[in-house]
């Protein structure tokens, strides 16, 4: 489960590393830094059951990284198995971080 939370949180990391580099103003940079993230938290089930979510945001609520990732966790806490599809939170940790780290690298080259 302590795999899995930082692994999230490295994912956010290179999401927010791109975003900081790859923007110049620091003022757009802080109004901008979170503004990706809160959709993601806020429609994902760790505040709120996606059962209990109007039925057109349930869709995008269940198959989003945050749910998916959320859910192995909560699985691992209570001492049972992984979740159905706990290939599903790997490969959307994999991908973004696949996509952003390359963009970061390549924004942190062009500052310096």
Known sequence: MLALGVALGLTICTVSAYVGLAV??????????LVWLFPLTFVSNAFVPVQ???????AFAKNQPVTIVIDEM????LGGPLALHAWQGA???AGIVAVFVP???RA?????
């Open 52 to 58: 209990k979510m109007p039925g057109w945001l349930q």
């Open 24 to 33: 110049k103003d620091e003022e757009s940079v802080s109004s901008f830094g």
């Open 108 to 112: 942190y080259r062009r500052a310096t």
């Open 91 to 93: 490969a959307w940790l």
């Open 103 to 105: 963009l970061a690298v």
């Open 74 to 77: 909560r699985s691992l806490a």
